[in-house]
């Protein structure tokens, strides 16, 4: 069974930083971020295939990199300059597709709230 367990989210003040991790039991081919900020549908942060490329979410920003080590089987999600409206539960998925949907398994999900 694919399991996916995500780290790393928290509180911060608007403009400051977190890296979010997630390990996978298995080698993935496309890993990816959601978040679900309250109130509205869970939405594509961006994706990553094992070669490195990205596909963004529909907003996307450069204040948020997706990285990821093959090796390690892990996927990050570096947030810089955060914002009130980032605040969301961030959840990891895997997949075999390289498509904007999202992959067949999903992290327990971290959150992030960011507020002064």
């Known amino acids: 069974q694919v399991q996916l367990v995500e780290s790393g989210g928290g509180s911060v003040q608007p403009g400051e930083s977190l890296r979010l991790s997630c390990v996978a039991s298995v080698n993935i081919y496309v890993m990816a971020w959601f978040r679900q900020a309250p109130g509205k549908q869970r939405e594509l942060v961006a994706k990553?295939?094992?070669?490195?490329?990205?596909i963004h979410g529909d907003s996307p920003t450069d204040r948020f990199i997706i990285s990821r080590d093959n090796a390690k089987k892990m996927v990050y999600l570096d947030m810089s300059s955060l914002k009130p409206e980032d605040t969301a539960v961030y959840y990891c998925?895997?997949?075999?597709?390289?498509?904007?949907?999202?992959?067949?398994?999903w992290g327990q999900g971290t959150q992030v709230t960011v507020s002064s």
């Open positions: 990553i295939n094992d070669a490195g490329l990205i």
């Open positions: 998925n895997g997949g075999s597709v390289f498509v904007r949907d999202p992959g067949p398994y």
